[in-house]
């Protein structure tokens, strides 16, 4: 299993962090995996979960992890 950092998915997807923090909430972008307790800590997100977005991103519903 990989793991992509923000910058990473920004790259790919082309969306503002802003963006995809509003599609995460709605289910429609993946949900980020915090790696710390720390509010402001270190995210990040399942390249399998991000290729699939890019397949259908307007079909694209988040699945629970």
């Known amino acids: 299993m990989r793991f992509l950092t923000k910058k990473q998915v920004k790259e790919l997807v082309t969306l503002s962090f802003a963006e995809q923090a509003r ?3 709605k ?5 980020r ?9 270190r995210v990040v997100y399942r390249e399998a979960d991000i290729l699939k977005w890019m397949e ?4 694209y519903k988040a699945e629970s992890h």
């Not at 289910?27 to 949900?31: L, S």
């Not at 259908?56 to 079909?59: F, T, V």
């Open 27 to 31: 289910g429609r972008f993946p949900k």
């Open 33 to 41: 995996i915090r790696l710390s307790e720390h509010p402001r800590g």
């Open 23 to 25: 599609r995460e909430i």
């Open 56 to 59: 259908d991103p307007a079909g």
